[in-house]
């Protein structure tokens, strides 16, 4: 059985994230692990269920609050199974440690705030998870309730990481979809050239991966105020102006991701796309 792991802290936020996943998780059959993890001291959970428990009054409060919003989902969507885990440490730790025993499709975690995906960024322990995790993450913005995947868009350098990336998120979103790809035309190449590229791709996602509503979108960086528009920006018109419902991003080296966070673009400017993104997971060199 596949499975989705959402990190929860019964905030609003995490709640979203749950009710998002669950949505994703009915049409395309995942079961759902919850795991909570106590972060203030050390050894909080297994020192309460220890032979010499110790009092410590969040552990009943946490179970407790677990055992509600199972309850609340499992009604909502009886078709999808939920589980618990409590982990003590750090987020990303649990996480680490959860995701290496067992194998998940993949980790969806809220991010808050106005502007969607700078939020993912300025928070820590998502962004830890985000940039280090062996398993792919979707971040869903606590505007987004509903899921929709009419139009997924894929930022596209015409590398192998993304044909892989679009591999990963099949399990989620399966192929019935229209797939937007995007390519951000920094370096002023000829149109045509950039044409034959996608052509040669467009073939080999099809043939690969089964996806077949597929179109692309060259977009050259325009000057705004006498200045050219960064790559972010870029991708946020594109973004809105295809009403795009969810963005894959990868994680090489080379990737839009890597040229975004390493230039800093995203704690920078309001990066403002309010869609959940799904990240690939690390390839390993």
């Known amino acids: 059985m596949s499975k989705l792991l959402i990190p929860i802290d019964f905030s609003e936020n995490s709640d979203n994230a749950i009710h998002y996943a669950c949505q994703v998780a009915q049409q395309a059959g995942q079961e759902i692990d919850l795991i909570h993890v106590f972060s203030s001291h050390s050894n909080t959970y297994a020192n309460v269920k220890g032979e010499t428990p110790l009092n410590d009054p969040r552990v009943p409060e946490a179970e407790q609050n677990m055992v509600d919003t199972i309850a609340k989902y499992q009604q909502e969507f009886p078709t999808v199974k939920l589980n618990s885990i409590f982990k003590d440490g750090n987020l990303y730790d649990g996480i680490k440690a959860v995701t290496n025993a067992t194998p998940y499709d993949a980790v969806v975690m809220g991010t808050q705030g106005a502007s969607g995906l700078d939020a993912v960024f300025i928070g820590s322990n998502t962004y830890d998870t985000i940039l280090n995790t062996t398993t792919p993450v979707l971040a869903v913005p606590e505007t987004c309730t509903e899921y929709k995947k009419d139009n997924i868009a894929l930022l596209c350098n015409f590398k192998e990481a993304e044909l892989t990336a679009l591999q990963?998120?099949?399990?989620?979103?399966?192929?019935?979809?229209?797939?937007?790809?995007?390519?951000?035309?920094?370096?002023?190449?000829?149109?045509?050239?950039?044409?034959?590229?996608?052509?040669?791709?467009?073939?080999?996602?099809?043939?690969?991966?089964?996806?077949?509503?597929?179109?692309?979108?060259?977009?050259?960086?325009?000057?705004?105020?006498?200045?050219?528009?960064?790559?972010?920006?870029?991708?946020?018109?594109?973004?809105?102006?295809?009403?795009?419902?969810?963005?894959?991003?990868?994680?090489?080296?080379?990737?839009?991701?890597?040229?975004?966070?390493?230039?800093?673009?995203?704690?920078?400017?309001?990066?403002?796309?309010?869609?959940?993104?799904?990240?690939?997971?690390?390839?390993?060199?």
């Open 168 to 285: 990963q998120a099949a399990p989620l979103f399966k192929t019935d979809y229209r797939l937007v790809l995007i390519h951000v035309n920094t370096n002023d190449r000829a149109i045509k050239d950039i044409d034959a590229d996608f052509k040669e791709w467009i073939n080999r996602i099809e043939s690969e991966l089964g996806i077949s509503d597929i179109s692309y979108i060259i977009k050259p960086q325009t000057l705004f105020m006498r200045q050219k528009e960064t790559v972010a920006q870029a991708i946020t018109s594109v973004l809105l102006d295809e009403q795009v419902d969810i963005l894959i991003l990868t994680k090489s080296k080379k990737s839009v991701f890597r040229q975004l966070t390493e230039s800093n673009v995203i704690k920078k400017m309001a990066f403002n796309i309010q869609i959940p993104t799904f990240f690939a997971r690390v390839l390993k060199a």
